[in-house]
């Protein structure tokens, strides 16, 4: 690694013209197709435009930026249950050692994670430089540990729950850090429209910056670190708390399909 900090230039360019014989080299270890189910597009290895073996453009981009190539992101809405079953667990075992434990941690890596750096500061900055203004971003909108620990232990629960979704840790680490990266970041608009009728409607506009899949994937990381030793514990506990209050989740109700078996029905016009 000596010197690396002298070479860079002529390193990227060393790289780019190394992915470049990689791209259209003859060796035969990719797939063919798109290794999803139905897809049939090639890879982008077998299309010649890319390093991915495995995937197409478009599943290859959606696994980067959702931690899947086909499991549905998760929305705030669905979330919402689980993170209020888990913010009350956490308010009732205040005396848990390792709950504390666990809550010091993210408190250290809030208040750790430095000053906020403006956003325009941070296009060419490393994926674990923009995790860490991340969390000081959280930091400064007031965001708690508790808050962060709830969610991820909400995301894990969620997933299991899910019959539709993608039981890999990828998936709910890139889920988990979305969900805490919309606490802070944002623009959101309310406001009261007048309608022709002379009634009043709510707009509601939320804009959220895209975060790219390998800041998320640092912030995420990260996070499940610190909080596994209470989520690997307590997400069953929250899944049957969850449930208690506010219902099964709907792939757990009798007659409930997949996903796969809904899309095929609407496809034959069934
Ligand atoms: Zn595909």
């Not at 790289?15 to 990689?22: C, G, P, S, W």
């Not at 390792?98 to 250290?108: A, D, K, Y």
């Not at 809030?110 to 000081?136: E, H, I, T």
Request: net charge positive; hydrophobic share 40%; charged share 25%.
């Amino acid at each position: 690694m000596a010197g690396s900090l002298m070479t860079s230039h002529s390193d990227s360019r060393k790289r780019r013209a190394e992915i470049a014989h990689r791209v259209a080299s003859p060796k035969q270890d990719f797939f063919e197709k798109c290794t999803v189910m139905g897809c049939g597009r090639p890879t982008r290895r077998a299309a010649g435009t890319g390093l991915n073996g495995n995937f197409c453009t478009y599943h290859g981009q959606r696994k980067a930026r959702f931690g899947s190539p086909v499991a549905p992101a998760i929305r705030a809405t669905e979330l919402s249950p689980y993170v209020k079953t888990a913010l009350a667990w956490i308010r009732q075992h205040r005396a848990d050692p390792i709950l504390s434990l666990v809550l010091l941690s993210l408190r250290g890596l809030l208040d750790g994670a430095g000053p906020v750096d403006p956003v325009m500061n941070l296009k060419r900055r490393s994926a674990k430089y923009r995790a860490k203004v991340a969390f000081a971003r959280l930091r400064e909108a007031g965001v708690k540990p508790e808050r962060l620990l709830a969610i991820h232990l909400g995301v894990a629960a969620l997933v299991e729950d899910d019959a539709d979704s993608h039981r890999i840790c990828e998936f709910r680490i890139v889920q988990t850090a979305k969900a805490m990266h919309r606490l802070a970041s944002g623009t959101h608009r309310r406001w009261d429209f007048p309608l022709p009728n002379g009634t009043i409607a709510p707009a509601e506009m939320h804009v959220y910056p895209k975060s790219s899949g390998r800041v998320l994937r640092v912030m995420g990381e990260a996070a499940e670190e610190i909080c596994d030793l209470i989520t690997s514990r307590e997400r069953d506990t929250i899944r049957r708390l969850k449930r208690e209050k506010h219902g099964p989740h709907p792939s757990q109700v009798p007659g409930w399909q997949p996903a796969w078996r809904r899309k095929l029905a609407a496809a034959r016009g069934l």
